[in-house]
C-alpha cells in the first residue's frame, strides 16, 4: 500500500481511518469492508465504514473509546448483558433508574478504568491508520444520520456512551466529524487508501505524539479521559 506522510495540514483536514495491523493484507485485497464494530454492533443499525476529518478529532475519538469502554462489562460472557441494556434504553417502558443507577456504580470502578486503558494501549501497539480519499454524495454525505444519536438514547445515555457537549451537537441527529461514516453498505476501495506514516514510522502511537504536540486542542478539558490515560496509566 502506497505511503502517507502526515503533515500539519492534517490536523484539521483530509479523512483518516485507524484498523488493525492485522486487517492490512485483507484491506489491500478488499478495501475497507463496512461492518459494526464492538461495541457499536449493538446499537448501530447498518453497517459503515467509521472515520474522522482531521487528527484533532482521532483524539476525541480516542477519548470517546475510552470512555466506552469504562462502561462495558468486563466479562466477554455478559456482552449479551450490554446488547439488552442499549435496547432497554431506549424503551419508554423500561425503569431508567436501574440505567442510572448502573452508570453510577461503575463510574469510579477502578476495574472498568484498568480494562479501558489496556485495551486502549493494545490498540496504539496493534493498530495503523489510514488516510482515504473520498467524495462528498459518493462514499458519504455530511449530512447523514448518527444512527445513535437518532434511536431515541437520553441525552445523558448519549453522554454515558461516550458523546459529549463539548465536542458534539446534541441538538442534531447529524454526524459529528470526529464520528464520520460511509453511506450504508459503502466499501472503501483500496485505492483509495494510503498508509499513514509519521518520519518513516506507521507506528500509532508515533502519530499520536505528532498529534499532541501539535495539538491546539486543551486536552484536559476536551479530553479528560484521554488525559488521564497519557498522565496516570501510560506513565506507570
Known sequence: MKKYKISLNDMDSNFFHFTWKSNLANIEEKGLLPKKGHPAKYIEETEKVFFIQ????????????????????????????????????????????????????????????????????????????????????????????????ARGYKKRHLIELGYSEKYSDMNSNKMDNWNLHTLSGKVINSNKLKLCVINNSISIRDILDYILENTKINLKDMCPNLYDYLNSYKSC
Request: glycine share 4%.
Open 54 to 149: 482531521g487528527l484533532n478529532n482521532l483524539l476525541i475519538l480516542f477519548d470517546c473509546w475510552i470512555n466506552v469502554y469504562k462502561k462495558v462489562p468486563l466479562l466477554p460472557q455478559l456482552n449479551i448483558t450490554y446488547g439488552l441494556g442499549s435496547k432497554a434504553m431506549r424503551s419508554k417502558y423500561f425503569l431508567m433508574f436501574l440505567v442510572d443507577f448502573y452508570f453510577m456504580i461503575i463510574r469510579n470502578s477502578k476495574k472498568h478504568k484498568k480494562y479501558a486503558y489496556e485495551i486502549f494501549d493494545k490498540l496504539l501497539s496493534e493498530c495503523i491508520l489510514l488516510n482515504l480519499n473520498i467524495e462528498e454524495n459518493i462514499d458519504f454525505s455530511f449530512s447523514d444520520i448518527d444512527q445513535i444519536k
